[in-house]
């Protein structure tokens, strides 16, 4: 089975800032995906990033992206630019395409506060 | 607007009473998922759905019965709720994994459960 971990319980940053919350996974797959989630106060789970481990490039989406590697099986978010509304729980996920009706594993969370 | 619903958003059990989670989807999905949001602990899977009259256990399904008689919809059952079930749930749908550049899980707004 697959793990994920979050070490990182809480994070702050100030605003306008960049924060890097990190995800660890212990797979012995080769294909999988990568996700990160953000649950915002209204609990409502939206999707941030998404990578395909076959894919080397980094995905990037506006100011969310990615460092994935692989070899160390690592996949931290960054943020750049924070902003107040950035404020919510995000979390790590991995799943096997087409396997276990494609289930997410999910990481504990990291709780991130931006600062004015 | 297409999406998940749940329904309800909150309720309060006694031990050893019954209920059922109602998740209707709009948007043709193949695969839905009932998951359980924990504090620390992530969201974790408890039974999914790989297509109309399907199911199968995920990572923590006692306690749990699932049925999916419509494509759209897919209900939780809590037969004998127990204080160890008090928890968010969610559940989510999704097509098949692929190439599509947003392919994600999309979940519902989720139910706060609370049993005493």
């Known amino acids: 089975a697959q793990t994920v971990t979050q070490s990182q319980p809480e994070m702050s940053v100030q605003e306008a800032e960049t924060v890097t919350l990190s995800c660890t996974y212990d797979?012995?797959?080769?294909?999988?995906?990568l996700f990160w989630y953000k649950q915002p106060p209204s609990r409502q789970m939206i999707l941030v990033i998404r990578?395909?481990?076959?894919?080397?490039q980094n995905a990037t989406e506006n100011r969310f992206s990615v460092n994935f590697q692989k070899a160390a099986k690592s996949f931290s978010l960054k943020i750049s630019d924070s902003q107040l509304g950035d404020t919510a729980m995000y979390f790590c996920?991995?799943?096997?395409?087409?396997?276990?009706?494609?289930?997410?594993?999910f990481g504990g969370g990291t709780r991130l506060m931006v600062k004015p | 607007n297409a999406g998940v619903t749940q329904t309800p958003k909150f309720r309060v059990l006694k031990t050893g009473q019954s209920m059922t989670l109602l998740c209707a989807q709009d948007?043709?999905?193949?695969?839905m998922y009932w998951y359980r949001q924990d504090p620390g602990m992530g969201l974790r899977l408890i039974h999914y759905?790989?297509?109309?009259?399907?199911?199968a256990k995920g990572e923590v399904p006692d306690g749990y019965n699932v049925s999916r008689l419509k494509k759209q919809n897919f209900l939780l059952g809590l037969e004998s709720a127990a204080p160890s079930q008090t928890s968010v749930y969610f559940c989510?749908?999704?097509?098949?994994?692929?190439?599509?550049?947003?392919?994600?899980?999309?979940f519902g707004s989720g139910t706060r459960l609370t049993v005493v």
């Open positions: 989510a749908s999704s097509s098949p994994p692929g190439g599509h550049w947003n392919y994600g899980y999309t």
């Open positions: 797979t012995s797959e080769n294909n999988y995906y």
């Open positions: 990578q395909e481990a076959y894919k080397q």
């Open positions: 996920a991995f799943m096997k395409p087409f396997s276990e009706g494609n289930m997410l594993t």
């Open positions: 948007m043709n999905h193949e695969y």
């Open positions: 759905s790989v297509g109309e009259g399907t199911t």
